[in-house]
């Protein structure tokens, strides 16, 4: 089984500014996928950016990137040049390689932006 | 194309209604899952399609609640009997096969009164 723990319920950033989302998990898969979802208001889950664990390399998606430790379980996210459009609920989630692979997700950080 | 689109988008139950709740998956992706969350919480795996096959149920939380998708593409998550835990945004999402990142759907949002 796995699990996923966000320990920051909301987090505040001022625009232009930068802000880390933490995210901890536990997994007895040797090979895993870990992703970050936006969820806005619209309650539409939007995929922000998602690590492959063999892979050594933290990924980036234009102003989003990660921080993977392997060994400590821990997959931060960070946005940088924070923008109002960036405010929303933040999940991190889990999940094993192949077809059947349901995620497993944490609580969310809510992410405020201000000017 | 067009992406994960979910019907209705609200709903409203008295306790013991059943709801039926539809998802269309984006063009040719075979997998299909459920998810329930609720309030305040991150999405939990309810059910998973392959093509027409339910291949993990093991999420539904009891059997008041069944999905189907008799022709591999679109999906319906039935709920027996309703009961005022069952209020929830139930999502839907897709993948192509050997893909693991989902794409999701608008979800419905389910209220019993």
């Known amino acids: 089984a796995q699990t996923v723990t966000q320990s920051q319920p909301e987090m505040s950033v001022q625009e232009a500014e930068t802000v880390t989302l933490s995210c901890t998990y536990d997994?007895?898969?040797?090979?895993?996928?870990l992703f970050w979802y936006k969820q806005p208001p619209s309650r539409q889950m939007i995929l922000v950016i998602r690590?492959?664990?063999?892979?050594?390399q933290n990924a980036t998606e234009n102003r989003f990137s990660v921080n993977f430790q392997k060994a400590a379980k821990s997959f931060s996210l960070k946005i940088s040049d924070s923008q109002l459009g960036d405010a929303a609920m933040y999940f991190c989630?889990?999940?094993?390689?192949?077809?059947?692979?349901?995620?497993?997700f944490g609580t969310g950080t809510r992410l405020q932006v201000t000017l | 194309g067009a992406g994960v689109s979910q019907s209705p988008r609200y709903k409203v139950a008295k306790r013991g209604q059943d709801v039926a709740l539809r998802c269309d998956p984006i063009?040719?992706?075979?997998?299909l899952f459920w998810y329930q969350q609720a309030l305040g919480q991150g999405p939990e795996f309810l059910t998973y399609?392959?093509?027409?096959?339910?291949?993990?149920k093991s999420g539904l939380p009891s059997d008041r609640f069944f999905a189907e998708r008799p022709e591999g593409s679109v999906s319906t998550l039935k709920i027996q009997r309703t009961q005022q835990e069952d209020s929830a945004v139930y999502l839907c999402?897709?993948?192509?096969?050997?893909?693991?990142?989902?794409?999701f759907g608008p979800g419905t949002r389910l209220l019993v009164l």
């Open positions: 999402a897709s993948s192509f096969p050997n893909q693991e990142t989902q794409y």
């Open positions: 399609f392959q093509n027409e096959a339910q291949l993990d």
């Open positions: 997994t007895s898969e040797s090979d895993y996928y």
């Open positions: 989630a889990s999940g094993d390689t192949g077809t059947a692979s349901k995620l497993t």
């Open positions: 690590q492959e664990a063999y892979k050594q």
């Open positions: 063009s040719g992706h075979v997998s």
